[in-house]
């Protein structure tokens, strides 16, 4: 389906040690090790999540980012065909910097689907990842791509139980799955938090 290349509550952590300045107030700690993360292009990840994807791999996990659109679409100027190889390349760059695997699928920017191949698609992916976690787009998401990919994320993430739903790997557990911010917070109502000030460069104590 690609190329492999209130006061609300706090999100779980890992148990393993991370950065004193880091750990907030925190709930217990729940002994996972991979997240997975599902972004419609490239550099969502890292605007919505990026200090979540950080604090997790401080913490020893390992972090997958599947990019599903190759954001061929999202210039003014640049052609479609070289903004993809530019955003794949930037999508590469960001992933070796931070110690993430990178599953770049490829597809057409704008184009996402709630269709049963794009179904079969998210659930071989979590399938081969088999993560204990997932971040998504929320499907109040003002922008279509996200919106449509949060749909399929959940349920994708129902189905992979299931073992006559067949897919070149074979079915696992269920994740749990968490919604990451809208741009803006558009239609977004958080209900965990997640302190990430150790790793915003604009902290002063950093």
């Known amino acids: 389906c690609g190329d492999r290349g ?6 779980p952590l890992p148990s393993r040690s991370i950065p004193k300045a880091a750990t907030g107030r925190l709930t217990e700690v729940v002994k996972v090790k991979t997240l997975l993360v599902f972004a ?3 550099d969502d990840a890292e605007i919505f999540c990026g200090g979540v994807i950080l604090k997790y791999l401080a913490a020893g996990w390992r972090v997958v980012l599947v990019v599903v659109t190759s954001g061929n679409r999202g210039h003014l100027e640049i052609p479609p065909e070289e903004l ?5 390349r930037e999508a590469e760059n960001a ?3 931070a110690g993430g695997e990178l ?4 597809w057409e920017d704008t184009t996402i689907e709630a269709n049963l191949a794009n179904r079969n698609c998210i659930i071989e992916a979590i399938r081969q990842v088999r993560p204990d976690l997932v971040l998504s787009p929320d499907p109040n998401d003002y922008h279509s791509d996200h919106r449509v990919l949060g749909e399929l994320v959940v349920n994708a993430a129902y189905l992979v139980g299931v073992p006559l739903l067949q897919t ?3 079915a ?3 994740p749990r799955v968490y919604f990451f911010e809208t741009h803006g917070g558009i239609n977004f109502q958080p209900e965990k938090w ?3 000030s150790f790793y915003w460069k604009g902290n002063p104590e950093n």
């Open 6 to 11: 209130r006061q609300p509550a706090q999100v």
């Open 40 to 42: 419609p292009h490239p």
């Open 84 to 88: 993809a190889e530019i955003r794949r």
């Open 95 to 97: 992933a070796k910097v």
């Open 103 to 106: 599953v770049w699928l490829g």
């Open 168 to 170: 070149e790997s074979e």
């Open 172 to 174: 696992c557990a269920s």
């Open 194 to 196: 997640m302190n990430i």
